[in-house]
């Protein structure tokens, strides 16, 4: 590991310990060189997954859009950014799970739903609102019955 102070790369591993999160460690380092300390943070490295966007057009799988995504439809509302961290959470276990390299954006769009709607009922309408993206009342209202007879 490269000092952020030196550049050198002879440094000791002084304290170990796991985040909060349990998903990588954090290491405190000194420099063998300079004498400083820095810390730094190990974790699994992800295996590539492609988002198959509907126009078939592929991307990186990025968990940060899901996470602006739920920021935006729980907005206003009584989620806290633990349980949105949650929900993030379960749905990137659920997309590394498939141990498919490629993944189809309404497959995430679907479980992205699925947590709102245990989560949040407005956040879940308005989600589904522009992932749906419903074109009239009509269609908004019978989201709205098929939510109410569930």
Do not use: W
Request: net charge positive; charged share 35%; hydrophobic share 35%.
């Amino acid at each position: 590991m490269k000092c952020i102070y030196c550049s050198s790369t002879d440094s000791k591993v002084v304290d170990s310990r796991p985040t909060e999160d349990g998903l990588s460690i954090r290491r405190r380092r000194e420099c063998v060189v300079c004498g400083k300390r820095f810390t730094t943070y190990e974790k699994v490295e992800s295996p590539m997954i492609l988002v198959v966007k509907k126009d078939g057009r592929r991307e990186s799988f990025d968990v940060e859009k899901i996470r602006h995504s739920l920021i935006k439809a729980c907005e206003k509302r009584s989620v806290g950014m633990e349980q949105i961290d949650a929900v993030v959470g379960r749905i990137e276990r659920r997309v590394y799970n498939t141990l498919d390299q490629e993944i189809s954006s309404r497959d995430i769009g679907e479980m992205v739903m699925e947590e709102l709607r245990q989560l949040d009922e407005v956040a879940y309408v308005r989600f589904a609102s522009v992932y749906r993206q419903f074109k009239d009342i009509n269609t908004f209202r019978d989201e709205l019955n098929k939510l109410l007879h569930d």
